[in-house]
């Protein structure tokens, strides 16, 4: 779960488990009560899910269908089976029809008549029933391959390190999760299972025409195998190309929607709307094309296949026919010669629908192998060990960096931060401020040089012992969908409601809490739209506060502030931060004044390290920035 203890229940008389589970909901009116309690009676135990997760990457082999569906072969094997049982069954009706002529009809016995009829029901109520069975089973079977492939790429995703989301738009991403997974599932339920079905009936159907009269099976053998071959051959080809581009368009639509939505504020304020549309358009436009594509090479290739199914029966009727009048066959044998021809293209029609979805599923195989196969670039050592309890001291020694191999960020950077110290990162935008911050909190690794906590270099400790030390505020927070408390409590999901409240009333929260309906209990919208950014920020805040880290990484985290509540905030700094090791990234001079130390970063180079008052006294970049900072204080 993501928030709150997992398993919890729901009480009928109060708010607190419902409030708890982010829900805004009040309780149940008393009238309802009593019906409420009898539900619930009935209600099954959902005890806590019993999750694994390991940062590591321990299957790097290509994500295929067959490895997928390799681990439920023995149930693939039994839904085999029940497809086998419904094609005799259903195949038994040519061979029955045959009977029933020749030896029923032609010969006058109604006995053998009724007997066919009989049996013909029996194959009928055989085939219906294991039809039944299999799709009961083959569609529990598919959602619960479903389950487990969502719940691998999600993992995959929460594996994967902060640079790939930076390059990667997350509306590509929802594409895996949404309509990747959705092809699939299509494939899974309506594709495989109907795909073996009618090669399956293709075969039976084919061995009975052989053995009905091998003079009629060679000739449609001769008449529609090479043309149908050639045909498939051509859209196999074709539409590998056109499905992986339809996969492509899909993302596209997906990614520009998805951000456009999560910036619709800035999309109104400047009136980029029609812009949008007009974009928009132009991407689903594109989509349209693609798949109009795909449709244009099913047309062609389905009617083909009609044409030859027809021109196939009209050759066998032609010469069948000429074969009773000489009595080489019977009237029953070409009757069910034209049933099992009718069986025979009747697959063959279904196999060129069903190509589509398997295409459309192979895509999507594709997108997916190519994102499970995205190694993590911060990844965890297999021999990493757990980060005992630490005092805080931060050492970078020699250490570089570059997002990009041809634009260094940082170059040889030497840097140590004492135990308890608040430290403070200044300069200008660009100059690898935040870079620093992020390789404090293995965000990134160093391309050159280490990143060291009591010693500890970063590489070689697990990243949950690493990241249940660390605490960290960014510039611009992100709120969860949830209850106010939840948000708080999300480094910390077992904490008491009075340490939430402190860590609230810490940073400043406490007036908003008692305006808020529903206190610590109230509904956050997605992303804190309801809230102000301030508000946002402070939530923030005491969300780091209440995590308890012995290093803590403030980036900006007063920017959103106004003055009131900036003054408050950095008076609970003041106490919070007592004891620990705070490294700031600050724009504002008056947060940096406050801090310890001060290094000035230039160029991805530390160019001046000391006090407040030492950088004053050095007469250098600080004191300049300090001065132009007074100046403009003075003049506001």
């Given at each position: 779960m993501m928030f709150g203890p997992a398993g919890g229940g729901f009480a009928p008389g109060g708010a607190q488990t419902s409030a708890a589970a982010g829900l805004p909901f009040a309780g149940v009116p008393a009238e309802l009560r009593e019906k409420a309690d009898r539900i619930l009676a009935t209600e099954p135990e959902h005890p806590a899910p019993d999750?694994?997760?390991?940062?590591?990457?321990?299957?790097?082999?290509?994500?295929?269908?067959r490895r997928f569906l390799g681990a439920h072969r023995w149930r693939l094997g039994a839904a085999f089976v029940l497809v086998v049982l419904e094609t005799l069954a259903l195949q038994a009706g040519g061979i029955l029809t045959q009977q029933g002529i020749d030896h029923g009809i032609v010969d006058g016995d109604t006995g053998v008549i009724v007997t066919v009829a009989l049996l013909y029901v029996l194959s009928v109520i055989v085939a219906t029933a294991a039809g039944a069975w299999r799709v009961s089973f083959t569609g529990r079977l598919g959602e619960r391959l479903l389950y487990e492939l969502r719940l691998r790429v999600f993992s995959h995703l929460q594996?994967?390190?902060?640079?790939?989301?930076?390059d990667e738009r997350a509306g590509r991403l929802l594409t895996r999760m949404t309509?990747?997974?959705?092809?699939?599932?299509?494939?899974?339920?309506?594709?495989?299972?109907?795909v073996a079905v009618q090669f399956l009936t293709l075969l039976v159907v084919t061995v009975i025409l052989v053995a009905l009269e091998p003079t009629l099976a060679l000739v449609t053998i001769l008449v529609v195998v090479p043309a149908l071959l050639a045909s498939t051959l051509w859209y196999r080809a074709a539409s590998d190309r056109s499905f992986g581009v339809v996969r492509d368009?899909?993302?596209?639509?997906?990614?520009?929607?998805?951000?456009?939505l999560q910036g619709i504020r800035i999309v109104t304020a400047f009136n980029r709307r029609r812009h949008n549309v007009v974009t928009h358009r132009r991407i689903v436009r594109r989509y349209r094309d693609a798949n109009v594509v795909t449709a244009r090479q099913g047309a062609l290739y389905g009617p083909g296949a009609d044409l030859l199914g027809a021109l196939a029966q009209v050759v066998v009727v032609l010469v069948g026919g000429r074969m009773v009048?000489?009595?080489?066959?019977?009237?029953?044998?070409?009757?069910?010669?034209?049933?099992?021809?009718?069986?025979f293209f009747a697959p063959i029609q279904q196999l060129v629908q069903l190509y589509s979805t398997y295409q459309s599923g192979q895509a999507a195989v594709g997108k997916l192998r190519e994102l499970l196969a995205t190694e993590p670039s911060v990844a965890e050592a297999p021999d990493a060990h757990d980060?005992?309890?630490?005092?805080?001291?931060?050492?970078?020694?020699?250490?570089g960096f570059a997002y990009r191999p041809d634009v260094p960020v940082l170059v040889d950077v030497d840097l140590v931060i004492e135990p308890g110290e608040t430290f403070a990162l200044?300069?200008?935008?660009?100059?690898?401020?935040?870079?620093?911050?992020?390789?404090?909190?293995?965000?990134?690794?160093?391309?050159?040089?280490?990143?060291?906590i009591d010693g500890h270099d970063l590489r070689a400790v697990t990243v949950a012992s690493l990241r249940r030390q660390l605490g960290v505020v960014p510039q611009e927070p992100f709120l969860f969908a949830a209850s106010l408390r939840d948000n708080v409590a999300?480094?910390?999901?077992?904490?008491?409601?009075?340490e939430v409240l402190a860590a609230c009333v810490a940073v400043g929260l406490g007036e908003l809490i008692d305006r808020l309906p529903d206190g610590l209990d109230t509904f956050v919208h997605e992303r804190g739209v309801s809230l102000s950014s301030g508000e946002r920020q402070q939530i923030a805040l005491a969300r780091a506060f209440l995590s308890r880290p012995r290093v803590l990484v403030l980036d900006e985290a007063t920017s959103s502030l106004d003055l009131e509540s900036e003054t408050v905030v950095e008076r609970a700094l003041d106490a919070v931060l007592e004891g620990r090791t705070a490294i700031v990234i600050a724009h504002r001079l008056a947060t940096a004044m406050r801090a310890d130390r001060i290094a000035v970063v230039e160029s991805g180079r530390i160019v001046e390290l000391g006090t407040p008052q030492q950088l004053r006294e050095l007469g250098g970049r600080w004191a300049a920035m300090e001065a132009t900072w007074h100046r403009h204080a003075g003049g506001g």
């Open positions: 999750v694994r997760f390991d940062p590591v990457m321990s299957d790097r082999q290509p994500f295929t269908l594996r994967l390190s902060i640079d790939f989301y930076t309509s990747d997974v959705d092809a699939l599932q299509q494939l899974f339920q309506d594709g495989l299972v109907n368009r899909i993302a596209d639509v997906l990614a520009d929607l998805s951000e456009t009048l000489d009595g080489e066959i019977t009237i029953g044998t070409l009757a069910a010669f034209v049933l099992y021809l009718t069986a980060l005992p309890p630490i005092d805080g001291r931060v050492e970078l020694v020699g250490v200044v300069g200008t935008t660009g100059s690898g401020k935040s870079t620093i911050a992020k390789l404090v909190t293995r965000f990134h690794d160093p391309t050159a040089g280490s990143v060291c999300f480094g910390r999901p077992g904490a008491e409601e009075a």
